[in-house]
């Protein structure tokens, strides 16, 4: 069974640097892309960016790039989420999904919710 | 504003059937697969049809969907109240070169 595990919650005062993770398993991690969606209350699905673990391949929206980074440890089947300089603008929750192809995310991760307040 | 376009809100009684449309351009529904995804309240999303048509394991045939030049529909038959959840259409832009979403459309089964 695929499964992507991304921790629950998340709380930062604006100015701080985060790194979330997405754990993979049941599936071969290395040969499938995975992306981050963002999700800001009450709104719409966002296209982040993707990589592809197998080398590492990252493409990012427009909307999102110099924003955040993207990047894997394929070692231990896990991708990761990171800002340097979090505004409470980014207060949302953060999906990871994954697809065998780069145009659909065929499983997807529970969430995680980003709460960046003062 | 979502660079593909679907309509806020579709409504329709238990049984009977609905459609969503999701209009883009040449640049992503044009020539890209599109994909469909159903968003229960609460939970993550999860992928409903792939390459314009295919349903994966477990999606009931219910679910159906098309895509016609720069458009692409869903459709669901047999509404249950269960179906009430909001729904995007997904491709690739290649202007962009990334993924888009429509701005989602929430279904009310009456």
């Known amino acids: 069974e695929v499964q992507l595990v991304q921790p629950g919650t998340e709380v930062k005062k604006p100015g701080e640097s985060l790194k979330i993770s997405c754990r993979g398993s049941?599936?071969?991690?290395?040969?499938?892309?995975i992306g981050w969606v963002r999700q800001m209350p009450g709104r719409g699905l966002e296209w982040m960016g993707i990589?592809?673990?197998?080398?590492?391949?990252?493409r990012y929206s427009p909307s999102f790039q110099g924003q955040v980074t993207i990047s894997v440890d394929k070692s231990i089947s896990t991708a990761y989420l990171q800002w340097s300089n979090l505004k409470a603008s980014d207060t949302a929750i953060y999906y990871c999904?994954?697809?065998?192809?780069?145009?659909?995310?065929?499983?997807w991760g529970q969430g995680t919710l980003v709460t960046v307040s003062s | 504003q979502s660079v593909l376009t679907q309509p806020p809100s579709v409504s329709a009684a238990p049984g009977q059937k609905v459609t969503i449309s999701c209009s883009g351009s040449?640049?992503?529904?044009?020539?890209?697969?599109v994909s469909w995804y159903q968003q229960l309240p609460g939970t993550a999303p999860k992928l409903l049809i792939s390459?314009?048509?295919k349903r994966p394991s477990g999606i009931p045939d219910r679910f159906s969907a098309s895509k016609s030049g720069t458009s692409a529909t869903l459709g669901i038959t047999g509404l249950q109240t269960g179906d009430e959840a909001d729904y995007y259409c997904?491709?690739?832009?290649?202007?962009?070169?990334?993924?888009?979403f429509g701005g989602g459309t929430k279904l009310t089964v009456l």
């Open positions: 999904a994954t697809g065998y192809n780069i145009k659909t995310f065929d499983y």
């Open positions: 049941g599936y071969s991690f290395t040969v499938y892309w």
């Open positions: 990589i592809y673990p197998g080398d590492s391949d990252t």
């Open positions: 040449s640049f992503n529904i044009g020539n890209n697969y």
């Open positions: 390459d314009n048509n």
């Open positions: 997904g491709t690739w832009d290649t202007s962009l070169s990334a993924g888009v």
